[in-house]
């Protein structure tokens, strides 16, 4: 054989040995990474936690209710520190405050940016701008056996007493002075949680225009005062006065005579019309003025008729001599 053959294939050998072992190797380590890639532990994600968000789009100075609150996760290391976590405070506590800056949806709620119950501010921040607050007295039966709250629309009714001028006699009427008023607050509360139990209040606070709580203030002077509570669902009352929350109260035109509820109660007789003018003519002489009537009869301007006709006594002054004139008033010959 060759010498040249043999030497290559010595060599041809030895590279597919070397091959052979590092193609071996490699696998080897290859297996070895995978097998501990595998064996190593995941890195836990941090957990999520619960933050309260607007669930509806809030205005400023609008009061919370629940259905405008809900829980959302977050991701805890983007957590600001001024956000309302869940576990620390309950929603409930939440209910009833007020927005001091308008919130988007999923907007988180920072406490800074709202008001809420009982501190200071709160009832004026309640309040929309040009209104004012007001309060009237309220009891079971005026005030619904305690189902108005906080948030809802009412009438007020004044009931009182009315005197006829020709007889003297006592009568009764109720009349609506006030209509679709804004209920801000049953005695001290401006909230209501769900499950809370019906409450008798002593007195309603309602937000009102300042010519309308001149109206209802004079009206606890001269009556009885009740709140009556309007419908949610009336589409026609919301469509005529506009939406349930920005709407102001309005003046009240209806009213009810107590002759209306019994047939024993006569209605009182309107009032007498007053006497018509008679046409009557006026004659000027110098400085003086006589009134004609068309029956003949004349009397100084002022002077029921028939005293000028009477004979002048020797102390009065005669009338001064000079031209006559006579001018009809336009006004009374119509």
């Known amino acids: 054989m060759n010498s040249k053959r043999i030497v290559f294939l010595l060599l041809a050998v030895i590279v597919a040995g070397t091959t052979a072992f590092l193609a071996r190797a490699w696998l080897q380590a290859e297996r070895a990474a995978i097998a501990a890639q595998i064996a190593a532990p995941k890195p836990?994600?941090?957990?999520?936690?619960?933050?309260?968000v607007a669930r509806n789009a809030l205005r400023t100075g609008q009061l919370i209710k629940p259905e405008d609150l809900r829980w959302q996760a977050w991701p805890q290391g983007a957590l600001p520190q001024t956000y309302i976590?869940?576990?620390?405070r309950p929603?409930?506590?939440?209910?009833?405050?007020?927005?001091?800056?308008?919130f988007r949806v999923g907007q988180p709620l920072v406490e800074t940016?709202?008001?809420m119950p009982g501190s200071r501010g709160f009832l004026a921040a309640v309040l929309r701008p040009g209104l004012r607050a007001v309060s009237v007295p309220a009891s079971a039966t005026s005030a619904v056996s305690g189902f108005i709250y906080a948030g809802d629309r009412v009438d007020v009714l004044l009931t009182h007493a009315l005197k006829a001028e020709s007889t003297g006699a006592e009568h009764h009427a109720t009349e609506t002075i006030l209509r679709n008023a804004r209920v801000i607050a049953m005695d001290q509360k401006l909230d209501f949680a769900p499950g809370d139990k019906p409450d008798v209040a002593k007195t309603a606070t309602l937000?009102?225009?300042?010519?309308?709580?001149?109206?209802?203030?004079?009206?606890?002077?001269?009556g009885e005062l009740s709140l009556v509570l309007r419908s949610l669902q009336d589409?026609?009352?919301?469509?005529?006065?506009?939406?349930?929350?920005?709407?102001?109260?309005?003046?009240?035109?209806?009213?009810?005579?107590?002759?209306?509820v019994s047939r024993l109660i006569k209605e009182p007789p309107p009032p007498k019309a007053p006497p018509a003018a008679?046409?009557?003519?006026f004659v000027l002489r110098g400085p003086g003025r006589t009134k004609l009537e068309l029956d003949g009869s004349?009397?100084?301007?002022?002077?029921?008729p028939g005293e000028a006709d009477k004979p002048n006594t020797p102390n009065a002054p005669s009338s001064p001599k000079g031209p006559t004139f006579t001018r009809t008033d336009p006004s009374l010959l119509q």
């Open 44 to 52: 836990v994600a941090a957990p999520a936690v619960q933050v309260l």
């Open 85 to 88: 976590i869940e576990g620390k």
């Open 91 to 102: 929603l409930s506590d939440f209910v009833g405050a007020v927005a001091r800056v308008s």
């Open 113 to 115: 940016d709202i008001v």
């Open 207 to 222: 937000e009102l225009t300042a010519k309308q709580t001149e109206i209802v203030t004079l009206a606890v002077k001269m």
């Open 235 to 260: 589409e026609e009352e919301r469509d005529s006065e506009g939406s349930s929350d920005d709407a102001t109260a309005e003046l009240g035109q209806s009213y009810t005579h107590d002759s209306q």
């Open 278 to 281: 008679k046409p009557a003519i």
């Open 298 to 304: 004349t009397s100084p301007d002022g002077l029921p």
